[in-house]
């Protein structure tokens, strides 16, 4: 048990569908965020928050949408996704943004999002 | 640009013998440097970091190395288990907000 916790644990979606990713920590903490992994490539940021307020945003395509009700709940909103888009989307969380806040964060287990 | 490399995809090494992973660096800003652990169907999971004013950082059967002049850290497992088979991530940050950034991974196999 993490205790940041990712549902589902696997998707498979077409292009012109909506679905939405869930992620929920019980760990206490302030920042939530958004990883991508693809194949070959190195783990890519893509949302922070950080009491519920978004923070951080990396050029990522709006057909990804991201929400963040409260600082327990994190969901990644999906619609008109493109085949590179698959891939394993992790969350995160830690206790804040201070200097080492990023460096102590605990990850979900992750979700396999396959586009077809 | 990738600023943290990993250049081996992976590695195998036998059981009872050292593992030597390696990672390079490109931006000399990055004053802090971690490694991760992923299993399949995991999430990744902090295994041991190094701070820019150190050299050596050990913790059990793990020590990472730091040599900033080569802008290069390694991570030395020995000795190593089966169950250290896995993908491990080197990432850096620098003070301040900012965010880990990882490299690709090495996956190492570690045959009994």
């Known amino acids: 048990e993490t205790g940041v916790t990712q549902t589902p644990r696997h998707l498979v979606m077409g292009m012109t569908n909506k679905k939405s990713l869930k992620c929920e920590q019980h760990?206490?903490?302030?920042?939530m965020y958004w990883y991508k992994q693809s194949a070959k490539k190195p783990l890519e940021l893509m949302f922070v928050?950080?009491?519920?307020?978004?923070?951080e945003n990396n050029s990522v395509p709006s057909r990804f949408s991201p929400e963040c009700p409260n600082s327990s709940h994190l969901f990644l909103h999906l619609h008109t996704l493109q085949p590179e888009d698959s891939a394993l989307y992790l969350c995160?969380?830690?206790?804040?943004?201070?200097?080492?806040?990023?460096?102590?964060?605990?990850f979900g287990q992750g979700t396999r999002l396959t586009v077809v | 640009d990738q600023q943290v490399k990993q250049n081996s995809p992976s590695l195998s090494v036998q059981e009872g013998r050292i593992s030597i992973l390696n990672c390079d660096y490109t931006?000399?800003?990055?004053?802090?440097f971690l490694w991760y652990k992923k299993y399949p169907a995991e999430g990744p999971t902090f295994l041991i970091s190094?701070?820019?004013?150190?050299d050596k950082n050990e913790d059990g059967r793990f020590t990472v190395f730091l040599n900033k002049s080569a802008k290069h850290l390694s991570l030395h497992i020995v000795p190593s288990q089966p169950g250290d088979s896995a993908v491990y991530f080197c990432?850096?940050?620098?003070?301040?907000?900012?965010?880990?950034?990882f490299g690709k991974g090495t996956r190492l196999s570690v045959i009994a």
């Open positions: 995160a969380s830690s206790q804040d943004l201070s200097s080492r806040g990023w460096t102590e964060a605990f």
């Open positions: 760990l206490g903490h302030n920042a």
């Open positions: 928050y950080s009491l519920e307020e978004r923070v």
């Open positions: 931006n000399s800003m990055f004053d802090y």
């Open positions: 190094i701070s820019s004013i150190k």
């Open positions: 990432a850096a940050t620098f003070s301040g907000n900012t965010p880990l950034v």
